[in-house]
């Protein structure tokens, strides 16, 4: 007969951590579902059955300072197939250009460069026609302030 030797106590700690570790994870998948139902039932108290249209509606809107300090304006530009341009969209007398972009309505133009003007005034847009064949049209934007 063939003497099967003990288990080790280091092999003896594993399976105790594997079964702990298993039981734990059925554990946790069990009280998760559990925790999400008291978390919304919760939540369901402190707004006293309210609908989110209901909630929004009874919040005071902001008052917004800055109305009348901010402006967008706006320029038409052209490209011809294979040209490139700096373009320069000013702001109003006494206000600063902050940001500016491109709205392109034709053709095949990107933008490489989008900076302010030295002023600060004004937003400049180096814009590229990449297409060989068709004009680029669109739109160009400074957002300004007072």
């Known amino acids: 007969m063939r003497h099967v030797p003990k288990p080790s106590p280091a092999l ?10 298993m039981a734990g994870t059925a554990t946790a ?13 919760d939540n369901a108290k ?7 249209a209901q909630i929004v509606s009874s919040v005071p809107a902001p008052q917004l300072k800055a109305a009348g300090l901010v402006a967008v304006k706006s320029q038409p530009y052209s490209l011809n197939p294979d040209q490139e341009n700096d373009f320069t969209t000013t702001c109003n ?26 002023d600060g005034q004004s937003w400049r847009l180096y814009l590229v026609n990449v297409s060989s064949t068709s004009p680029s049209t669109g739109t160009l934007y400074a957002i300004c302030i007072t």
């Open 12 to 21: 003896a700690v594993a399976i105790l951590a594997l079964l702990v570790a």
């Open 29 to 41: 998948a069990g009280i998760v579902p559990l925790a999400k139902r008291a978390l919304v039932a």
């Open 46 to 52: 402190k707004v006293g059955g309210q609908t989110p």
């Open 93 to 118: 007398a006494g206000q600063k250009a902050i940001g500016g972009g491109v709205d392109e309505a034709t053709g095949g133009a990107l933008a490489f460069d989008n900076r302010p003007s030295v």
